[in-house]
């Protein structure tokens, strides 16, 4: 039998019973349109999930502690007994690992301190990194350029924001434009005497930062030995983390498929090393497996539909006996009467699983809208503004109405093998009989 006698010949047959392949049918659509939502649903959440991350810490940054904090907690060094110290030493060799273009310290600033700008000022977070470091971070820049020397500042991009007037009580009418400007750190502590003590420092902000999202957005950055004068300024002696260790520092890795290698090179040498990279990827995984159980949901629905389309095709041998013991007198073979009864069953899968994928796309869409909204005016009332309002919880990958329509006929063609094999399996004799 020809693939065009074949394709006729279903068709025909599947006309013949329009009310009960459409009642059969419906059960693939259900199951299909389930699977579609869930899946998209699971997505969707891993999209947005993905895009929050990617705005909030750059994908090739790695956040480096001291092993100290390991052993803190009853943990052991990764250096056979040796405790990982975060000193100079091991920033050099760190700078030495494969893929990495730059590690620098973070030390942050000890004390409170204050931006000044003629009348206006601001508190800010100022830390401290390594100037030979700083072209190899490559900061993104809004305007001036990544250099820090004696008492000059990169700036986040929302600091100048922070800027209020003290006498009015109330921000400024417009944030400044730093780029280039002197501005003044102001510094206190309580002296020996239990009276308050200022420090002021003019500093020269010599680039801002472009917005990222995250905590850079907020943080004024100084070279590491002002913060670490500063810091011994306040502690009444110069500390040495140089020798002693210092609490943190960043590692810059040449792309952001080779930081889950240097992540672990670094958990290896007794570091507690964490990274946007990795936790994008762990939670990639459990979206994965959230989208695997959503699907397993909606393929229940499938499987019952599956068990409909059965029957119909096991009914249908009894109303057509006589035309298969027909079919088999005048030549057809048990594989041509195999092929009519999985062809007819696998068009019930298809033609639910079309009806599945546009009923379950519209259902989405529906979602999106709903929740959307819902969740935008509650991202609204929090203060939340422009692009911060537009959410999507629904997501359809490409790859996924393909999958669907191929599942759905598949599930068809499954469900007629049964009806297929004791269709063919009939006497011509007997058929021809059979009243």
Known sequence: MSFRDLFYLVLGNLARMKARVAMTAIG???????????????????????????????????????????????????????????NDRALAELRGLPDVVAATPLESLMGGGRLQMNRLVSDVRVVGIDPTQVEGLEFPLASGMDRLGRWQALVGARVAEGFYDPQAQRPAEEPPDLQGQAVQLVLSKMGDDGRPVERIVRLRVTGVLEESGGQD??????????????????????????????????????????????????????????????????????????????????????????????????????????????????????????????????????????????????LGAVIDLVAGTYLAAQAAQSGATGSDVNISIIHTPLWLPVFALLFSALVGVISGVYPAVRAASLSPVDALKYE
Do not use: C
């Open 217 to 362: 957005d907020y943080t004024l950055y100084l070279a590491l030995n002002d913060v670490l004068e500063l810091n011994g300024w306040f502690a009444g002696q110069r500390p040495n983390p140089g020798r002693d260790g210092y609490n943190q520092a960043m590692v810059k890795v040449a792309a952001p498929e080779r930081v889950l290698a240097v992540e672990q090179e670094l958990l290896n040498q007794g570091f507690i090393a964490y990274s946007a990279r990795s936790t994008l990827q762990s939670m990639n995984i459990f979206f994965l497996i959230i989208q695997g159980v959503f699907g397993g949901i909606g393929a229940i629905a499938l499987i019952v539909a599956a068990f409909g389309i059965a029957n119909t095709m096991t009914m249908a041998i009894y109303e057509r006996t006589r035309e298969i013991g027909l079919m088999k007198a005048v030549g057809a073979t048990n594989r041509d009467v195999m092929s009519v009864f999985l062809a007819e069953a696998g068009s019930i899968g298809l033609l639910g699983g079309i009806g599945g994928i546009l009923l379950g796309t519209g």
């Open 28 to 86: 693939v659509v259900i199951g299909t349109a389930a699977v579609v939502v869930l899946i998209s649903l699971a997505a969707g959440l891993q999209r947005s999930f993905a895009e929050s991350l990617g705005s909030i810490g750059d994908l090739t940054r790695i956040t480096v502690l001291s092993g100290a904090y390991v052993s803190a907690f009853g943990g052991s060094s990764g250096r056979a007994g040796e405790e990982a110290v975060l």
